[in-house]
């Protein structure tokens, strides 16, 4: 596997090595930038997340940032809502938003028990990870039995990814072929859906 070519011309070899320049350089607060709300381009995108949780649900956001999704679970789901992310100061914005959030990877939910949640939300966060199938495979232990999935990474199609190239701090791009293999190495064949979400039409 060779990975694509970050753009400022890097290319992590380690998952450490990865990880921190992630914690290092990404102190990027989805709600303060307003990610999700109507006038963002990625509005569709959160709102699939949020109509696809039922209320009074209980939750694990995983890459929760400081609560873009949670928050919006919360205030108007009325669920219980946990999250992971290794960002610290993004886990500390998170708790401060009423989010029972701690500081980990994707890859390693050895804080939380088998058959948990109702719901595992990763949005956004496959693509960033040297080991997505872990990432995967953890989410499917923390889910109740009948517990639904739901994540988002950018089609490939995508402008992010055309040219083989890679968003910030990407680690890889996946091929519809990629995701079905990955997903489907836990998940029953019949269980998963792929959905193409779209940009707001304002910024296609």
Known sequence: YSPPNHPDGTVHKTKEEAQKAHIE??????????????????????????ENVPQKSYVLDVGCNGGTIGVPLIRHKDC??????????????????????????????????????????????????????QAIKEAFRVLKAGGKYLVTVPHPSSE??????????HQQNFTLEILDTIFHNCFERGKVKFYEIPYLKEYC
């Not at 500081?103 to 719901?119: M, R």
């Not at 992010?160 to 701090?169: E, H, I």
């Open 25 to 50: 350089n990404y102190r990027s607060d989805g709600i303060i930038k307003g990610k999700g709300t109507m006038y963002s381009s990625d509005f569709h995108r959160a709102q699939f997340l949020i």
């Open 80 to 133: 219980y809502v946990k999250g992971i992310d290794i960002v610290k100061e993004l886990v500390e914005k998170a708790e401060s938003r009423g989010i029972y959030a701690i500081e980990g990877e994707a890859e390693n939910l050895s804080a939380f028990p088998d058959n948990e949640f109702d719901f595992v939300i990763c949005s956004e966060v496959l693509e960033h990870l040297f080991d997505p199938l």
């Open 160 to 169: 992010m990814c055309s040219n083989d190239k890679l968003g910030d701090y």
